[in-house]
Nanobody, 126 residues
């Protein structure tokens, strides 16, 4: 499956964005999906995950209460609603597919994922 993230942009601190990830393939609904981000000079880090049914989610502590992940399996889409943006949220945001949903409770390792799409840049100005 191919993944394409979109929706990034330049936003002032305190603002909001909604990122989208389009999946091209027939098995989208069988997999948990996640968002990662990578800031300049830093390693890629886990942001949020949603299981295949959408019934469970996981978030990094740094984004809890501000970010919301969701999905629409009928449209092969995953979303990330980002609120109360701050400058530390500046990064390229990527979506990816979890290889094995058994690992959804410990989703932080990038090596657990595949089909990394082209990211979308989020820049937050102070």
């Amino acid at each position: 499956v191919q993944l394409q993230a979109s929706g990034g942009g330049l936003v002032q601190a305190g603002g909001s964005l909604r990122l989208s990830c389009a999946a091209y393939g027939r098995t989208f609904g069988n997999y948990a999906m996640a968002w990662f981000r990578q800031a300049p000079g830093k390693e890629r880090e886990f942001v949020a995950l949603i299981t295949s049914s959408g019934g469970n989610t996981k978030y990094d502590d740094s984004v809890k209460g501000r970010f919301t992940i969701s999905r629409d399996n009928a449209k092969n889409m995953v979303y990330l609603q980002i609120n109360s943006l701050n400058t530390e949220d500046t990064a390229i945001y990527y979506c990816a597919r979890l290889r094995d949903e058994r690992y959804w409770r410990q989703p932080g390792r990038a090596s657990l994922y595949e089909n990394w799409g082209r990211g979308t840049q989020v820049t937050v100005s102070s």
